[in-house]
């Protein structure tokens, strides 16, 4: 079975030119996750490398759709491989046979590949950091707005207060547990100060 994957980074973002390469390669089965690379709680790739059997191929768009660094997508890449599995990259023109060893130039080119994307990812992360602290520098960056009301904080609050527990009187106030943790520590360290 020819099995694709798709990932785009936020809902907002377009999977249909990954999802039209995939079907241009007779793939019959897709699984999609619309999340962050950087993210390991990806349930479509879990749920992909679960369903997919020896003498499957798996078909991805290019080699950062289906890991996050180079450590992972080499050991995916060994995984997939060591099961029976072919694996080919669409836009590095890489394929790795299933129960072989990929050849020294498709292990070399892929080190590089990976290793560039790496080094990209690690560059754009760097310039955002350093635009984020001119930001600051100059009084325009605020960062990110609030996500919970004072008044809805102080509903959890007073909910905890009675009696109720806190995963329950943040559910009812329709937000986690951990935010309003978050909250209360950045309260707490500000009284501390």
């Not at 030119?17 to 950087?38: C, P, Y």
């Not at 990806?42 to 997919?52: A, D, H, T, V």
């Not at 669409?90 to 990929?102: C, T, V």
Request: with cysteine; proline share 2%.
């Amino acid at each position: 079975m020819r099995i694709g994957y798709v990932r785009v980074s936020s809902l907002d973002q377009n999977p249909d030119r990954q999802i039209e390469d995939l079907k241009a390669h007779k793939v019959e089965k897709i699984f999609m996750d619309k999340i962050s690379g950087k993210s390991t709680d990806r349930p479509e790739l879990q749920k992909m490398l679960s369903f997919i059997r020896e003498g499957d191929t798996l078909i991805v768009h290019s080699l950062d759709r289906l890991a996050r660094n180079l450590a992972d997508l080499l050991t995916m890449l060994q995984e997939l491989t060591c099961r029976g599995v072919s694996v080919i990259i669409m836009n590095e023109r890489l394929s790795f046979e299933a129960g072989a060893d990929a050849s020294p130039t498709s292990k070399l080119m892929l080190s590089m590949i990976g290793a560039f994307a790496e080094f990209e990812r690690s560059m754009i992360k760097r310039r955002q950091q350093e635009g984020i602290a001119l930001a600051k520098e100059r009084g325009v960056y605020t960062g990110r707005k609030r996500s919970v009301s004072d008044e809805t904080l102080q509903k959890v609050k007073d909910m905890v207060e009675q009696g109720i527990p806190l995963a329950k009187a943040a559910a009812f106030n329709h937000i986690s547990r951990s935010t309003v943790y978050r909250y209360l520590n950045a309260e707490n360290n500000a009284t501390l100060k």
